[in-house]
């Protein structure tokens, strides 16, 4: 389960929440913990960079919301992000530096590393997304099992017991996620991967690969 490692799909240092993950060898271990981190680094936060905005939501001076965006803490928004019209954020969410969280995209129990976008009717629930990773249109994170069954990340013969019942998506940095596309409750993408539109993505899938479906993941060249 190399891949799937958090040394393996991300650079911690282009995220805030950097102290949190670090402490895990798996992402979604830090997943029940981000509500008391962000109220614990917000409170922390250099006041001539952010804004306390309400109850424990922390806004970036630079950052753009736009007035019918929904809000609620725990939050953190980063430098120069934009929360574009009809944003519904849920609380306990991390947005990097220069992430787009477009038009009736829904966010919650989140860590979007810098650079993300999640532009158009995304859905991200108990996951974490990776520097400068990409969900094209309508593409979401399905985070509950049809049995309400603890998710179990899968790679091969391999399994992995994580003991929640939340869990979305693990998304490496400068993954592309193409339209439409659903990503199965543990789904784990590797680094630099694109996923073909419309696809239902279950499992571990490698870095620097090319997901068009189930039966046929190729290597980038």
């Known amino acids: 389960m190399e891949e799937c490692k958090i040394k393996n799909l991300y650079n911690l240092e282009e995220t805030i929440a950097k102290p949190l993950l670090e402490k895990f060898m798996y992402p979604w271990e830090a ?17 001539e960079i952010y804004e306390l905005k309400g109850e424990n939501i922390w806004v970036a001076k630079s950052a753009t919301v736009a007035p019918t965006a929904y809000i609620k803490g725990p939050v953190i928004i980063g430098e120069n992000a934009e929360i574009r019209y009809c944003a519904f954020i849920r609380g306990k969410a991390i947005i990097g530096n220069n992430t787009v969280v477009g038009n009736s995209t829904e966010l919650k129990n989140v860590i979007l590393f810098n650079n993300v976008q999640v532009p ?38 391999e399994k992995i017991e994580t003991g929640l019942k939340k869990f979305g998506a693990m998304i490496g940095d400068q993954v592309e ?31 620097n690969s090319i997901y068009k479906n189930q039966n046929e993941i190729v290597e980038k060249n």
């Open 31 to 47: 997943l029940p913990e981000i509500n008391d981190f962000i109220i614990q680094l917000g409170n922390k936060l250099d006041k």
């Open 120 to 157: 158009h009717y995304n859905y991200v629930g108990d996951s974490i997304l990776g520097y400068k990773s990409h969900m094209g249109a309508g593409s979401i994170t399905s985070n509950v099992k049809s049995d309400k069954k603890l998710v179990i990340v899968k790679d091969g013969k």
């Open 177 to 207: 996620v193409g339209c439409g596309s659903i990503l199965n409750p543990g789904s784990v993408i590797g680094k630099n991967t694109n996923i073909y539109p419309l696809s239902s993505v279950r499992g571990v899938v490698p870095k």
